[in-house]
C-alpha cells in the first residue's frame, strides 16, 4: 500500500477515535446541563408507584424517588426545569437507550435481559409474581394461587377451559407460560394493554385470574367495582427487585442516582413515603429494600 493511502487510513482512524470519545463524553449530566432539563419518563398506569394524579400530574413511589434524584442533580445544575414524559412499558426502555428520557420511573423489574439496552439504579422495592382472582374462579387455581389444597376449596365443576390474563410485554408474562407448564392443563393466556384492562375482564369473567406482581395487584383489587369479591395470590411464583432504568455506560449518572437512593432509604422521610403509598407494610418493606441496598 501506498505510504499516503497509509497515512490517510491512520488519520482517518483517529478522527473517528476524537468523534467516539467526544460521543462517550457527552454523557447524560452533561446533557442535562446543556438543555437545563431532566427528562423523567413514567408509566401512567402502575399505581402506586407511577400512576396519574386527577390534575393530569404524575405522581407514585417511584416518582418521587426520581424527584429526589432530580433534586440532587439540581443541587449540580442551576434553573433545573423537569419534563415528565408519558410513556408505555412497551416504549419507555426505547426512550431511555435514545435519550429521550433521562430516568424511567415505574414497576420496572431489573433483569439480564433489560440490562442488554439499558442500566438500572439500585433496587427500589422488592416484590413477587402472583394473582387476583374472583372468588369463584375454578379450583386449581385457587389452589395454584392462594398455595390451598383442592380439598381446602369448593368442589365446583372444572370449566373446559380457563384464561389468565398478564399484561403484555412484561417479564410475568414469560414467568405463568413456565409456571403452568403441563401440570395445568386447558389454561390459555391472554395479553392486556394494562392492567386496568386485565381487571374489568376479570371482574366481568372474561378471564378467570389476572397474573402480575403481588404489589401491583394489591392496589389494582382497590380499584374493582366490588373488592370483596376478589382474592389475591400468596403464593409467589418470581423474586421482583424493582429499579430506575438509566442509559447504559453511564457510571458518573448511576452513582448520583445510587447515592441519593440510599441516602434516601437512610432517612426518617422514606419511612414516611413507604406509609404513604403502602400503608401498614411500609417497616417490613423499609427492611426488605434496606437489605438490597448498597450501602455508603
Known amino acids: 500500500m501506498p505510504a499516503n493511502c497509509m497515512r490517510r487510513l491512520v488519520l482517518a482512524g483517529i478522527i473517528l477515535g476524537i468523534f467516539a ?6 454523557q447524560t449530566l452533561d446533557i442535562i446541563a446543556q438543555k437545563g432539563v431532566i427528562r423523567i419518563g413514567y408509566i401512567s398506569d402502575e399505581a402506586p408507584f407511577s400512576f396519574k394524579k386527577k390534575d393530569g400530574n404524575p405522581t407514585g413511589y417511584t416518582i418521587d424517588l426520581c424527584g429526589k434524584i432530580a433534586d440532587a442533580v439540581g443541587r449540580k445544575v442551576t434553573n433545573l426545569k423537569r419534563d415528565y414524559v408519558e410513556t408505555t412499558l412497551a416504549d419507555g426502555f426505547d426512550a431511555v437507550k435514545s435519550g429521550q428520557v433521562d430516568l424511567l420511573c415505574g414497576a420496572l423489574t431489573i433483569s439480564l435481559g433489560r440490562r442488554k439496552s439499558v442500566d438500572f439504579s439500585q433496587p427500589i422495592f422488592i416484590t413477587g409474581a402472583s394473582a387476583l382472582l374472583r372468588k369463584d374462579s375454578p379450583d386449581y387455581l385457587m389452589a395454584l394461587f392462594l398455595d390451598k389444597r383442592l380439598a381446602q376449596v369448593s368442589a365446583k365443576p372444572a370449566p373446559a377451559t380457563s384464561t389468565i390474563g398478564v399484561r403484555a410485554d412484561t417479564t410475568t408474562g414469560a414467568t405463568l407460560r413456565e409456571a403452568l407448564g403441563s401440570d395445568v392443563p386447558k389454561t390459555r393466556i391472554a395479553d392486556f394493554a394494562t392492567h386496568q384492562d386485565g381487571l374489568i375482564a376479570l371482574e366481568n369473567h372474561k378471564i378467570d385470574a389476572y397474573f402480575a406482581d403481588r404489589a401491583l395487584l394489591f392496589d389494582l383489587a382497590s380499584h374493582a367495582h366490588n373488592p370483596s369479591t376478589l382474592a389475591i395470590g400468596n403464593r409467589l411464583f418470581t423474586h421482583e427487585p424493582y429499579g430506575i432504568a438509566l442509559r447504559q455506560d453511564d457510571s458518573a449518572f448511576r ?8 441516602e434516601t432509604y437512610q432517612s426518617d422521610d422514606f419511612a414516611k413515603l413507604l406509609a404513604t403509598y403502602f400503608g401498614q407494610e411500609g417497616p417490613i418493606l423499609r427492611r426488605e429494600i434496606m437489605m438490597q441496598s448498597i450501602p455508603q
Open 21 to 26: 470519545y467526544a460521543a462517550a463524553a457527552a
Open 255 to 262: 452513582l448520583l442516582v445510587d447515592q441519593t437512593l440510599t
